[in-house]
Structures are given as C-alpha cells and as structure tokens.
C-alpha cells in the first residue's frame, strides 16, 4: 500500500503579528528606534538621573542602539529569511512571543536605567536584570536558527551563525564589564558587536541588494539585469575587513587603520560599480540600499583619514553606524516588509522617498558638516537626532498597520 500523506495543518496564531519574525521585530525595532533616541537627547544634554558611576552614559547609548535596536532588526531579518534558506518551521505564535518578551523586558530594563529609576536602591540592579532576559534573547535566537540551518546541513550559512556567536559573547562583556566596573569591557563588547552588525550587513547586503536591484529592474521589462559580483571581492572584503576590524578595536596603529579601512573601501566601491544600473533612481527601494552602501564607503575612506586629518574618531564611526545600520536597516525593513505580507514591492508607501531622504539628512547632520564646522557641534547632533525620529515616525505611520494584518494573498507569514 502506498502512504497517504495528509496536508500539513495550517500554522496560527493569536495575532498577525506574531506570524513570522520579521512582523514583530521589525515593528518594535522601528517604535524603539525613535523612543531610545528621544531618552538619549535627554541623557546626552543631562536632563535624566543616569548612574554615570555605573555606567558610562555614551556606553548606554551604544549598546542599546546595537544590542537593542540593530539586534532587534537581525532578529527580525534572520527568523524570517532562515525559513526561506532552509524552508524549516521558524518560532510563530507564543514561541516567537518568548523570544520577542525577552528582548523587550532587556531594553525596559535599560531604560529605566538610563531615566535613573532604581531597584533596592540600585540603578546597576536593573542592569543586571536586564542582563538576564537580554543572554536569553539572543541565546534563543541563535538556538532556532542554529538549529534549522544544521537539521538541512547548510554549512554555508556557517560565517553568518559564528557572527551570531559572538554576538552572544558581546552582549556577554558588555555585561561582564558593568559587573565588574570594568568600563574597557564594555566598550570592547559594544564595539565588538557594532563591527560584527556591520559584518553582517556586508555579508548579507552582498547576497541581497544585487539579488533586489536584478528583481525590482527585470520586473515587467524583457531586459535580464545581471550585476557583477566576484568571488575574488568577497574575500577581499572580508579579509580587510577583519584586520580593519582587529586594528581598529585591539592595535590602533595609524597606518594599518588607513590600510586596512582604506582596503575596504576600495573593494567595495568596486563592488558598487557593479552593482550599479542607471534606472534604480527611479525606485526608492532600490537607491536606498545603494546609498547605504556607499554611505559605509565614505565612513571607512573617513576612518583611513582620521589618524591624519585629527577630526573625531566618532564621527567615522557614526558614518557607518548611520549608513550601514540605519540606512540600510530602514531600506531592508520596507522592501522586506511589503514581500513578505504579500503586496507589491513595486508600489511602496509614498512615504518611503521622505524616510531616507530624512536618514540621508542624519548622515549629513552628523557626520559631513562636523567635519567642517565644530562650532555648533550640539546643534547638528540634535538636527541629526531629530532627522532620526522623524524618518522611523514616517516608517511607524506607513508600515505598522502592514505589518499588524493578515497577509493580501490570505497565506500565512
């Protein structure tokens, strides 16, 4: 006799958004984004009772917004596109609901923080609590996504879990510093997990804006886009990178800094020049992402002239930070969004133009005019700051009510 096999039942959930990864990170990582930057302009100007003994105030801010609002968003990416990859189950329903829980009552623990709130009569006691759910989080997510990519035996995926893992390990020193008062600590988990996101936009920004610039070009037309890519860049990329990587967090030497930084940049504008077709001006989901990537160029050529040229180190570092996490983040979230909740992504919010015109504005705010005028350094900060909640106000408005419903195809996801 032959087996019958009977079709899978259909997956629930108690809500829409709690039917795969991307709904609920995407839309808590947007809301997150404009509520720890409004409580940072009040940190940063002196307005909240922060435990500046406890921890450095410039340390929350890093933190939170990598292990916070950048986690978040790769959380959101990785357990929806894993399913994808592996065509494995990803958590939906109650067990996404843990997971997600876990990262919320982490960040609600260092805010309270930040406004200076205390447990026993100790800020650091929410940081430690905090602590807890912030391991458990990211230890689940690199569980599930360990697990589906093991069970098909996708060994290529491997750069992407080991970037995961020591993710976990940075979260951990992070930790580890605040315990022991150990402030060199913390800043080399921060920094550790700041590269290690930047590391994984290279990686996966690699596979996915050629992929949408081919789709979103191709569609309707009979012209087949093909972008050039090489294995050759690939491991360039990776091997600058990651000396650029260990010099600039444990051997700040100015020259292997230029060298390295400036190998970077190069190999990736050439990658852009291959990447580049003169009609994605016409698609805002698709310049977005080109813009992001050449916004990560312009920081590292910033990084390779720093040592010699005396601006702050923390103005390159926020060149990439701004490019290759919120401008790239924002990109990826709306063309994500649109084609996993079944509608076109050839027709986005009219919004969409505003939003990273406003996250172009944050990268000139904070990053170019400094470089030029000092003298009303607070100013441009606040502009860029405010640039910053404006763009994820407009991103909350256009795509939270998406985000909230039931597919347009009636499938589940």
Known sequence: MHAINLPSKRPTSPHPILNLGFRIFFSAGALFAIVTMLLWSFVFTGHTDIDVQALNPLYWHGHEMIYGYALAIVAGFLLTAVQT?????????????????????????????????????????????????????????????FRAVLQVKQYKQMGILSKLALLTLGNGLCYWGIVSGDMSLTRIGIYLGFYLIIGLVLTIGRRVVPFFIERGLSAGTTEDIKLRNSKAQDIASLLFFLAFFIVDLFYPNKYLLTITALGVAVVNIVRLKGWYHRRIWRKPLLWSLYIAFAGMCISFVLYALQPWLGYNHSIAMHGLAIAGIGMMTVAMMARVSLGHTGLSIHEPPKTVNAMFFLMVAVFISRVLIPLVDMSQYLLWIMIAQGAWMACFVLFCISYLPLLSRERADGLFG
């Open 85 to 145: 990859w592996t065509g494995v189950k990803m958590p939906h329903g109650y067990k996404l609901l843990g997971i997600f829980v876990c990262w919320l009552l982490a960040r609600m623990g260092w805010a309270a923080f930040g406004l200076g709130m205390t447990v026993g009569g100790s800020s650091a006691s929410l940081l430690y609590i905090a602590a807890g759910f912030d391991m458990l989080f990211v230890g689940l997510m690199a569980f599930t996504i």
